[in-house]
């Protein structure tokens, strides 16, 4: 069976700080992570994906996150946030290959970055 | 905004109607999914289709059918609904089902309130 956990219902930054969202996930085997982000009143947009190799992951709108195997977990991270990094982020988790290839999503986290 | 479309945006229906979603990908990929979001809950998986052969049913109650004509479109037939079936109605598409490459792709969904 595989889980993800979003432990945090709402993160608030002040713009031109770091900030962090954090994930932690549960998997048989190998996962593979994916962090997506939800603007009002539109669907999902995918950020980024961890499937092997560096540990630091690069994805859009400057946005990265790092898989730690022995945490468990997937924290997404941008070193400035902006006020139009406000919106919803999911976190997602599927097992690797030989796994079910359905991702379980988290609940979801509401960032607020204010100005 | 995405390359996913869905059609319409918005539909308000009698618990007798019987109406229908439209999704539609200009991506080329062999995998759409249908996802239900209701606010203070998690993403819930209904559908899956892989080159157009139903892969996945969550448990989906039959007043909703799905219907894939073809891997570019996408068909959530709605029929005798009830008031807590109303929410967000999200389409995706991925690469493919399994491996590597199946982050999926959002439609801006239809948000659909059954009276």
């Known amino acids: 069976a595989q889980s993800v956990a979003q432990p945090e219902d709402q993160v608030n930054v002040a713009e031109g700080n770091p900030l962090t969202v954090k994930c932690t996930y549960s998997?048989?085997?190998?996962?593979?992570l994916f962090w997506y982000v939800q603007y009002p009143n539109r669907g999902l947009q995918f950020l980024l994906k961890?499937?092997?190799?560096?540990?630091l992951v690069k994805g859009s709108y400057g946005f990265e996150a790092e898989f730690n195997k022995s945490q468990t977990s997937f924290h997404l991270k941008k070193p400035s946030a902006l006020v139009s990094d406000s919106a919803l982020y999911f976190c997602?988790?599927?097992?690797?290959?030989?796994?079910?290839?359905?991702?379980?999503f988290g609940r979801g986290t509401s960032l607020i970055v204010h100005p | 905004e995405t390359g996913v479309t869905q059609t319409p945006r918005h539909l308000v229906m009698g618990m007798t109607n019987k109406k229908s979603l439209k999704c539609e990908q200009h991506?080329?990929?062999?995998?759409m999914y249908w996802y239900k979001q209701s606010a203070k809950k998690p993403l819930e998986l209904m559908f899956v289709?892989?080159?157009?052969?139903?892969?996945e049913n969550n448990s989906v109650p039959s007043r909703f059918s799905p219907e894939c004509p073809n891997s570019s479109h996408l068909f959530l037939h709605l029929h005798t609904l009830q008031p807590e079936d109303s929410a967000l109605y999200l389409c995706?598409?991925?690469?493919?089902?399994?491996?590597?490459?199946?982050?999926?792709?959002f439609g801006p969904g239809t948000r659909l309130t059954v009276l």
């Open positions: 961890y499937i092997t190799g560096d540990n």
């Open positions: 995706a598409s991925s690469q493919q089902a399994s491996g590597p490459h199946n982050e999926q792709f």
């Open positions: 997602a988790v599927r097992e690797g290959s030989g796994g079910s290839y359905i991702p379980t």
């Open positions: 289709y892989s080159l157009e052969e139903r892969v």
């Open positions: 998997v048989s085997g190998n996962p593979y």
């Open positions: 991506l080329g990929h062999n995998a």
